[in-house]
């Protein structure tokens, strides 16, 4: 079936770094991927969505500054946090859209911590 | 704009017990995508179940079903004989033109399921 690599699982860094987040469809190309945000215990908050070969779709409040999302390939979207700081500690998550039939399949997610 | 609610932060069931997860929502569009995700501790994100606003018969798959009401704009969840993996956060969530269509998610807060022997 459908799968979606995201990597890396885990990321511990210091305040300042910036940090690269691949979210990769295997087997199937991808034109559209969404990046997503979850705070422990809450909801996933749709970030930005990502067009292959265009600029990303930025959510309302999300710094495009901030989290830069390119879309080079019909397979890789990447979304990169820029200096991050402690209160971009979260977990990212993406999504991308297999075919018209199927619903979305997430990749595995990434936690970021940033000390 | 739309709109999720799940009103349960969490839920108790013994195991082989059916629970109900409750989910409403709010839309104006005519043409939308109801899912239910499953997120266990791990954090990846679990396809359950999908319903079409248009489709006439409640969407079924294995032990999880969909009690569709949509003149109440409600889509529960029903999982049958629960079992202990099933101990997670459900997600509700809402697509503008159903399954097929090229948008986002909208999810809503939550349901924590405790499965207990």
Not at chain 1, 96 to 114: C, E, M, W
Not at chain 2, 58 to 66: F, H, I, K, Q, V
Request: aromatic share 12%; hydrophobic share 35%; with cysteine.
């Amino acid at each position: 079936g459908a799968v979606v690599s995201q990597h890396p699982s885990w990321v511990i860094c210091k305040s300042g770094t910036s940090v690269k987040i691949e979210c990769r469809s295997l087997d199937f190309q991808a034109t559209t991927m969404f990046w997503y945000r979850q705070f422990p215990k809450q909801s996933l908050m749709l970030m930005a969505t990502s067009n292959e070969g265009s600029k990303a779709t930025y959510e309302q409040g999300v710094e495009k500054d901030k989290f830069l999302i390119n879309h080079a390939s019909l397979t890789l979207s990447t979304l990169t946090v820029t200096s991050a700081h402690p209160e971009d500690s979260s977990f990212y998550i993406c999504s991308a859209i297999y075919r018209v039939s199927q619903p979305q399949h997430f990749g595995d997610g990434t936690r970021l911590s940033i000390l | 704009a739309q709109k999720i609610t799940q009103t349960q932060p969490g839920m108790f069931v013994q195991e082989k017990e059916a629970v109900t997860l409750d989910c409403t929502y709010d839309t104006s569009d005519q043409s939308y995508g109801l899912f239910w995700y499953k997120q266990p501790s791990s954090g990846e994100m679990i396809f359950l179940i999908y319903q079409g606003s248009y489709d006439e018969q409640n969407a079924t798959e294995g032990r999880y079903s969909l009690n569709f009401q949509k003149a109440r704009k409600s889509a529960n969840l029903v999982i049958s004989a629960s079992q202990l993996g099933d101990s997670a956060m459900f997600f509700c969530a809402m697509s503008s033109g159903g399954k097929q269509a090229g948008t986002a998610l909208i999810f809503g807060k939550g349901t924590t399921l405790s499965v207990s022997s």
